[in-house]
Antibody
């Protein structure tokens, strides 16, 4: 079955760190660019970060640049998001999402999503 | 950054109605505009990519149009399963950005 499964969310204090993982299955992971998209409680969708299929190119929202790091291990079919210096405004459900096209072309629309993992930043 | 403005933010409609949601980009994005549907507690679902291309498995009552800065999503003959929140997303340039969402509720 083609799917994405996020893990690693939880409660963390402001200033703390957390690493999210997204395990992919059912497709050739390395052939797709991947993104993280988050949704604060009761709010809309916010794109967070993206990475190319090879991992050689990464992109970030201004709100997380310098604090979050996206990476992938294609041998483990896993996407990561290392989150440092967390703030209360980072509280959200974090989704991993797959690009709708295979490399070398990425059109940056998302046709496969995980169920999400909740990150709560609070003291 | 490209700002995406959706309108209305919410609407009420009856089963069988047709509705149109608009999305305006703060600058031209050619045809790099996508639409998603999200139901409470669920992940978003891609409906339409590149303005007017229907994702596999999405019924043809969903349609999209537009170019440049102004785009629309039309849903024909609303059914109970269509009541949800809809988001547009631009993929023209980073940072990728979403519209604020349009909640379609039952009248």
């Amino acid at each position: 079955e083609v799917q994405l499964l996020e893990s690693g969310g939880g409660l963390v204090q402001p200033g703390g760190s957390l690493r999210l993982s997204c395990a992919a299955s059912g497709f050739t992971f390395s052939s797709y660019a991947m993104s993280w998209v988050r949704q604060a409680p009761g709010k809309g969708l916010e794109w967070v970060s993206a990475i190319s299929g090879s991992g050689g190119s990464t992109y970030y929202a201004d709100s997380v640049k310098g604090r979050f790091t996206i990476s992938r291990d294609n041998s483990k079919n896993t996407l990561y998001l290392q989150m440092n210096s967390l703030r209360p405004e980072d509280t959200a459900v974090y989704y991993c999402a797959r690009d709708g096209t295979t490399v070398p072309t990425s059109f940056w629309y998302f046709n496969l999503w995980g169920r999400g993992t909740l990150v709560t930043v609070s003291s | 950054d490209i700002q995406m403005t959706q309108s209305p933010s919410s609407l009420s409609a009856s089963v069988g109605d047709s509705v149109t949601i608009t999305c305006q980009a703060s600058q031209g994005i050619t045809n790099y505009l996508n639409w998603y549907q999200q139901k409470p507690g669920k992940a978003p679902k891609l409906l339409i990519y590149d303005v007017s291309n229907l994702e596999t498995g999405v019924p043809s009552k969903f349609s999209g149009s537009g170019f440049g800065t102004d785009f629309t999503l039309t849903i024909g003959s609303l059914q109970p399963e269509d009541f949800a929140t809809y988001y547009c997303q631009q993929a023209n340039s980073f940072p990728l950005t979403f519209g604020g969402g349009t909640k379609v509720e039952i009248k």
